[in-house]
């Protein structure tokens, strides 16, 4: 136990240090600065939007939703760069981080539809190569929903061979042994979920496209959704290259989360050390900035749905929007009842062995109750990014922020503004 109390202390030690920095720090705040709009039933949300910045607790962000089909809320503010006082516009991108995740398994659910891909048959029935070192059984689903044990890489790999070197990109992820027997539990793939899940995507597409043309021309030219999965140079001025952690003074609600000590006490009891594994699986990102990794020109270039879609909020929300007004968009459907139907269909629920907390997945998208305590999916980003849907209550939620919050699962600052949200709409609901 010695080992957990000097956690605990070290914990406190730093939110009191972040207190006194941010103390010392905050004797000039910048101004306050928020655009964009909320319909009349959902004016809580703008003031809740504003309120966290006001605290000092947000820097630059986006929220949208979209209620009932229709846009009811798109709210931008802060700043995309402090030091050059650059403010977060309406056409702003950030990064999605793992939200872009949920947005790939919509995609797998698109071919799934179109009969490209079964949930159900091996991912070596589409990538031949992949059937060694005991991956033989993995199925689709497996490996969607985190199942495979391919969380990290005995030799991390090189995203710039998706160019240079195709075959030995595909080569090394194919040769992975699993970490643990797959399909006997499930452990959150951070970094290469993507890696697998994109080639996959391609091996299965009867058109022979990388997966920024079929995400392109199978969801989102053909519905207007503003999110990209290696983003063109002709948008990369949008993207506001600053990214900032939020203050650990700012993070001392943890002290009192029951989760998050369970997750500390996980990581330092479990001896498995699968969180470490999988945080090293892609060598760009081994370095000691591997957020200003994340900025690099090249990098955004490049397609890769673990971590490196970029979009905006209203974008997002759109998608998720289309989803839970049942998968319809003027007059054009995108995903069929029963297709949506699938996606909240828990495939694995219980404690993750890689973040050491319990967690719920359906094929790539995870379930996660609503504050009405409804199945709502979608998917978290790091540092308290959110693209989710509500089929129940009609709602498309998005919400990208440039101030990461380190410790988060799903972000605090977003969690206001769902709570927000979610008061608004029962006020709606029951006609007051």
Not at 67 to 84: I, P, Q, R, S
Not at 298 to 320: C, D, E, V
Request: proline share 4%; with cysteine; hydrophobic share 40%.
């Amino acid at each position: 136990m010695d080992w957990f109390k000097s956690a605990v202390t070290a914990v406190v030690v730093a939110i009191l240090i972040g207190y006194i920095y941010k103390k010392w720090k905050g004797s000039r705040p910048l101004p306050v600065l928020t655009s964009g709009f909320a319909d009349p039933r959902f004016k809580k949300v703008e003031q809740v939007f504003r309120e966290n910045f006001e605290s000092g607790a947000e820097t630059g962000a986006g929220f949208a939703v979209y209620y009932k089909g229709e846009l009811v809320v798109d709210l931008w503010g802060g700043y995309g760069n402090k030091k050059a006082l650059l403010p977060w516009r309406e056409i702003t991108m950030s990064q999605a981080y793992s939200s872009s995740k949920g947005i790939t398994a919509l995609l797998v659910a698109k071919f799934v539809e179109l009969g490209y891909l079964d949930y159900k048959k091996p991912v070596s029935h589409y990538w031949p190569e992949f059937a060694q070192n005991g991956k033989e059984d993995i199925t689709v689903e497996m490996l969607l929903s985190h199942q495979a044990g391919l969380i990290g890489l005995d030799e991390p790999i090189q995203l710039s061979l998706l160019k240079t070197d195709y075959k030995r990109y595909t080569s090394i992820l194919a040769a992975q042994k699993p970490f643990w027997k797959p399909g006997t539990a499930f452990g959150y793939h951070m970094l290469t979920w993507g890696l697998y899940v994109d080639v996959l995507l391609m091996k299965a597409d009867p058109k022979n496209r990388t997966v920024d043309q079929i995400l392109r021309e199978e969801i989102t030219e053909p519905f207007g959704i503003d999110f990209f999965q290696g983003t063109p140079t002709s948008e990369q001025y949008r993207i506001r290259p600053s990214v900032y952690m939020q203050s650990l003074w700012d993070q001392k609600y943890h002290l009192v989360s029951k989760v998050f000590w369970k997750s500390i006490k996980y990581r330092i009891f479990s001896g498995n050390g699968y969180d470490h594994i999988a945080e090293r699986a892609v060598a760009d990102l081994i370095n000691d900035a591997p957020f200003d990794a994340c900025m690099d020109y090249k990098l955004r270039l490049t397609p890769m749905s673990s971590f490196n879609g970029y979009g905006t909020a209203r974008g997002i929300a759109k998608l998720y929007g289309i989803i839970s007004n049942g998968g319809v968009h003027e007059n054009k459907t995108l995903f069929k009842e029963s297709t949506l139907d699938a996606m909240e269909v828990p495939l694995v629920k219980g404690l993750d062995l890689v973040i050491g907390v319990n967690n719920s997945f359906g094929p790539g998208l995870m379930l996660i109750k609503s504050p009405k305590g409804n199945t709502m999916f979608g998917h978290p980003g790091f540092g308290g990014q959110m693209g989710i849907a509500d089929r129940q209550n009609n709602l498309g939620i998005a919400y990208l922020t440039n101030n990461l919050a380190m410790f988060d699962h799903i972000g605090r600052l977003y969690t206001r503004l769902s709570e927000a949200l979610y008061d608004s709409l029962a006020e709606i609901q029951t006609g007051n």
